[in-house]
């Protein structure tokens, strides 16, 4: 069983960054491919952002390409997502998400664990 605790989220003006955390614990968290989603009021969840056990291989939304970056740090079991020039359409609740293979869908099927979630809004 592996927990996923999320952390940084907040109000932040348009333009602004924020960095999200997400603690791991539970089995060997260099086991897994970790990743963020995110869902709005109304909206389906949907992919952010993936990185493999190593850090190797890396997705991302077009949505968010260039703004945002995954990384990972497998000694802190720590997964994190740096998010910049933030827009007002980036208000959602994320979600920290670890799974056997790198993913880019929630129903994936190699998705097992998720986090609870951390709000971020972003004020125009």
């Known amino acids: 069983q592996v927990q996923l605790v999320e952390s940084g989220g907040g109000l932040v003006q348009a333009g602004g960054s924020l960095r999200l955390s997400c603690v791991a614990s539970g089995r060997t968290f260099s086991s897994y491919a970790m990743g963020w989603f995110r869902q709005a009021p109304g909206k389906e969840r949907e992919f952010v952002a993936t990185i493999s056990r190593s850090g190797v291989r890396i997705l991302y939304a077009d949505s968010i390409k260039g703004r945002f970056t995954i990384s990972r740090d497998n000694a802190k079991k720590t997964v994190y997502l740096q998010m910049n020039s933030l827009k007002p359409e980036d208000t959602a609740v994320y979600y920290c998400?670890?799974?056997?293979?790198?993913?880019?869908?929630?129903?994936?099927?190699?998705?097992?664990?998720w986090g609870q979630g951390t709000q971020v809004t972003v004020s125009s």
């Open positions: 998400a670890a799974g056997d293979g790198t993913f880019i869908a929630a129903k994936d099927p190699l998705l097992r664990y």
